[in-house]
Every structure is written in C-alpha cells, then in structure tokens.
C-alpha cells in the first residue's frame, strides 16, 4: 500500500498553477495508487482574514472542481479539512517539538510577512506545522505538490524524525513528489514570482473558470521579451513559463512547440495558446457548473471522506498521546 496525499487552500479560486502542480500529479498517482487523500484545507485559508460565506462558497467549488478534473471518490478519500479535528491537535504537539528557528526559516512565510509587516498573523507564521501534522497523521509516503511547498514537505520529514527519535517509532517519513516541468508556474504578469490567488492584479494568473475572452485578454497581456522567437531557453523566464504553459495544455514537447512556431512570432503564438488553455478548462467548467447545481451532493461527499479519514486519524492520536504521556 502506498499512501498518497495532498491539499489545497480553498482561497479564492483555484489557478493553472494549482492544477498542473497539485491536481494533475495527485490525479496521475491515483490511478495506480491504492491509498489516496485528497482534503480542502479550510484552517489554512484562514491563516489571512476570510469573509465566511465567500469561505463557505470556495470550500464547495474546491470540491466540485476536484471532481470535475476526475478525483473519484471511489478510488481517493476527499474530505474537509476542519471536519477532523485531529489536524489542529496534532499540530500542538508538532509545535512542542518544532523550534522557533526552523519555522522561522519556511521562505514562503519571510516572502508573505515581508509584504504584511507585523499584521502577520501567528497561524501565517505556524502553518507549515499544521501541514506537517496533516500529512503525519496519515503515514503519508507521498506529498504531490508544487515546488513552492517542497521546503514545509522537508520540515514534515525532519519533525517525524525527530519526534521518532524522542518517542519512539510513530511516524512514517514523508517525500514530496515534484513533477519536472510545471512545478513552478510564473505570474503572467512577473515571470519572477510564481502564479498565486493572492497576486495583486488578475493579470497574473488564470482562473480554472476563466473563459474564452478572459484568457485571451490575460495571455495577450502577457509580459514576453525583446528576442521575438518561440524558443526555450530557461534563462528567458516569460517566454519558458508561457512555452510551459503551452506544453502542458497541449501535452507538446518544447521542440514540437518550436517547430510549430518557427519563423513566428509572440503575437501568433499567444492566439495559439490562449485557444489550447480554453479547450483544456472547458470541458472542466461545464462538469464543474453542473456538480455546483447539486450542493447537497458535494457536502454528502467530502463529509463521507470525513468518516473515512477520522479511524486513521483518531487512531494515529490514540498512539501520539500515548507516547508523549499525556493518556
Ligand atoms: P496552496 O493552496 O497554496 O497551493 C496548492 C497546491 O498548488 C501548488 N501551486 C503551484 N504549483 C505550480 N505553480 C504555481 N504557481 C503554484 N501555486 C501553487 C502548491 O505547491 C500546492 O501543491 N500548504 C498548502 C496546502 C496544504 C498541503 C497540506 C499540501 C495544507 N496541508 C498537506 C500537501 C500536504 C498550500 O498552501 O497550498
């Protein structure tokens, strides 16, 4: 049995970036793999301030949206982070055993308090050790995520580690499971920051509901440079994360995509793009419009994911609280 987990923040709505580095990798390991998890992690979003029904909207398009891009709920136990509340417990005793300096270092949270200044709150700051308990509290083995979160995956393993060695075997080690291409895709607008919801302008990134004139205008507007040939060259950020971008819609190789676009331009080549991004989301809009219309269906489901997780997790801290001696 190999277990396999992964989570999104359901935070405004989801972009091609979460796709390709979160989604697509989980939905490859689901095929073959025996024990999936996939959860919406609501006590993540609230780590920076949310309106509660605009909360309460994302968590069920989150769902929607996973089962549209072919999570089976046969085969994966999709289930609500908050309804577990194992998670948060965990992440006290993970804290106790987490040092200031470690947590400190996360460069996600350095890149997020640099912007908020002191406003930060305490959960920004502590988060990674909650994702450490979410994946430990299920003997993960494998973590699909972008190459954003390979660094809290890290400090996962090295708390397991070292509670393991404290309190004796408890926690299986985890690994991140990063794909080559598409891990990192960057901002439309600035090829030197990764794609992300909470970017300033929507310029930035493209909405898995994004249509047919809304990725034209964003790709359009795509920051390119002054060379004017499609060629990939990893040095040329705006130009190899559209190129990227491109391969991973179409599912072409850099050098179909060059041969493709030999002798043309940037302007031919984001018409190009634009359409391949529209006919890759649509069919995932349409599914995801549908299971909307039928809320009670998604709550049935991630809360029957819930009843599933709870005998892992509850035995998990049977055995936690036992070995640091509080039962
Ligand atoms: P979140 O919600 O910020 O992002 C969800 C997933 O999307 C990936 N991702 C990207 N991949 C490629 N290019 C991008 N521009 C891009 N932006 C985001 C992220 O790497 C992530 O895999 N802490 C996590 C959620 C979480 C979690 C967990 C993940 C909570 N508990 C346990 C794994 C295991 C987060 O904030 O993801």
């Known amino acids: 049995m190999l277990r396999v987990l992964t989570a999104l923040k359901p935070t405004n709505i989801l972009h091609i970036g979460n796709y390709f580095g979160a989604i697509e990798p989980f939905l490859q390991q689901q095929k073959t793999g025996d024990s999936n998890f996939l959860?919406?992690?609501?006590?993540?979003?609230?780590?920076?301030?949310?309106?509660?029904?605009e909360l309460r909207k994302n968590i069920l398009?989150?769902?929607?949206?996973?089962?549209?891009?072919?999570?089976?709920?046969?085969?994966?136990?999709?289930?609500?982070?908050?309804?577990?509340?194992?998670?948060?417990?965990?992440?006290?005793?993970?804290?106790?055993?987490?040092?200031?300096?470690?947590?400190?270092?996360?460069?996600?949270?350095?890149?997020k308090a640099r912007v908020k200044g002191e406003t930060v709150s305490v959960g920004l700051f502590d988060y990674p050790v909650l994702?450490?308990?979410?994946?430990?509290?299920?003997?993960?083995?494998?973590?699909?995520?972008?190459e954003d979160q390979k660094q809290h995956v890290e400090l996962a393993r090295d708390l397991a580690e070292r509670f393991n060695k404290r309190f004796g075997e408890t926690f299986v080690i985890p690994k991140p499971m990063i794909r080559k291409q598409g891990a990192r895709i960057m901002g439309l607008d600035d090829p030197e920051k990764k794609m992300s919801k909470s970017a300033p302008s929507e310029k930035n990134y493209i909405s898995?509901?994004?249509?047919?004139?809304?990725?034209?205008?964003?790709?359009?507007?795509?920051?390119?440079d002054s060379e004017g040939t499609i060629r990939f060259d990893e040095s040329r950020k705006a130009v190899a994360n559209l190129m990227t971008i491109y391969s991973l819609v179409t599912e072409k190789s850099m050098e179909e995509i060059e041969t493709e676009f030999a002798g043309k331009g940037y302007g031919d080549f984001k018409i190009a793009l634009a359409g391949h991004i529209t006919a890759f989301l649509k069919p995932m809009q349409d599914k995801i419009n549908s299971l909307l219309k039928n809320e009670d269906e998604l709550r049935n489901i991630i809360k029957q994911g819930a009843g599933k997780a709870r005998s892992i997790a509850q035995k998990k801290m049977i055995e936690v609280r036992k070995k640091i001696g509080v039962s």
């Open 131 to 146: 994702m450490a308990a979410d994946i430990l509290l299920y003997d993960t083995e494998i973590v699909p995520v972008g």
């Open 39 to 53: 959860f919406i992690a609501d006590y993540h979003s609230i780590t920076v301030p949310q309106d509660p029904d």
């Open 61 to 111: 398009f989150a769902t929607a949206a996973y089962l549209a891009a072919g999570v089976d709920p046969e085969k994966t136990t999709l289930f609500q982070q908050s309804y577990l509340q194992e998670h948060t417990e965990l992440a006290w005793i993970l804290n106790c055993v987490a040092s200031m300096g470690e947590v400190e270092r996360m460069t996600q949270y350095k890149d």
């Open 208 to 224: 898995l509901m994004d249509d047919e004139a809304t990725v034209l205008r964003k790709i359009k507007s795509a920051v390119t």
